[in-house]
């Protein structure tokens, strides 16, 4: 395999996505000289297999695959899916990125594909997806909690689970075990939220 030795520019990475996915693609945005293309739950899978087998885009591996929860975005103006799972790809062989974002059509219930049949990495970064955001990403051989204990309930990375949590747990002496109860301390907020006026330091 030759490696490219200069990477191109972002509009000719934009340009060859837009060229492979065609129609495939909702939007593909070119900011801060990143290229994020957008599909559909429906395109997802194919989209992603595009983009790893196209000539002009080669993405041969998956560096990252998260969950993001949207609601409250923008100060409560977003309108739209609340999940979405966001995957950055990396081509080594034409030193190029691009983020892939994939929105899931159901807030009660998100479901995805799963790309792990085209990138093994996506394994446990789909875990980590449905167990922080639960996310189901349908066709993955073994979707189970990563980070959090085998009995948690909910998922902590949502806007919407409460920083204290709905339970703790606690060695009682007497069971000599480790039980759960309902979290008993009372929630605060030790640090107040902040909202900066627009262009702070001259930022857009």
């Avoid at 093994?120 to 449905?130: D, K, L, P």
Wanted: proline share 6%; hydrophobic share 40%; charged share 25%.
């Amino acid at each position: 395999m030759i490696q490219a030795t200069v990477s191109p520019t972002p509009e000719a990475v934009r340009d060859a996505v837009a060229a492979a996915l065609g129609d495939k693609a909702k939007s593909i945005t070119l900011k801060l000289g990143e290229v994020t293309v957008v599909v559909a739950a429906k395109d997802y899978h194919e989209a992603a297999r595009t983009l790893r087998d196209a000539p002009g885009c080669r993405f041969e591996q998956l560096m990252d695959l998260c969950g993001v929860d949207y609601s409250e975005y923008g100060m409560g103006t977003w309108d739209g899916p609340r999940f979405a799972a966001t995957s950055h790809l990396l081509s080594v062989s034409l030193n190029q990125r691009v983020r892939l974002r994939v929105f899931c059509p159901d807030d009660d219930l998100p479901v995805v594909d799963s790309v792990t049949d085209l990138w093994s990495a996506a394994n446990w970064f789909e875990r980590e997806a449905f167990d922080l955001f639960g996310i189901v990403f349908e066709g993955h051989a073994d979707l189970r909690r990563i980070l959090t204990d085998y009995g948690f309930i909910g998922h902590p990375f949502r806007k919407d689970f409460p920083v204290s949590g709905h339970v703790e747990m606690r060695y009682d002496p007497e069971k000599k075990r480790v039980i759960y109860q309902p979290v008993t301390i009372e929630p605060r907020e030790i640090t107040p939220r902040i909202i900066r006026e627009d262009n702070y330091g001259g930022l857009q």
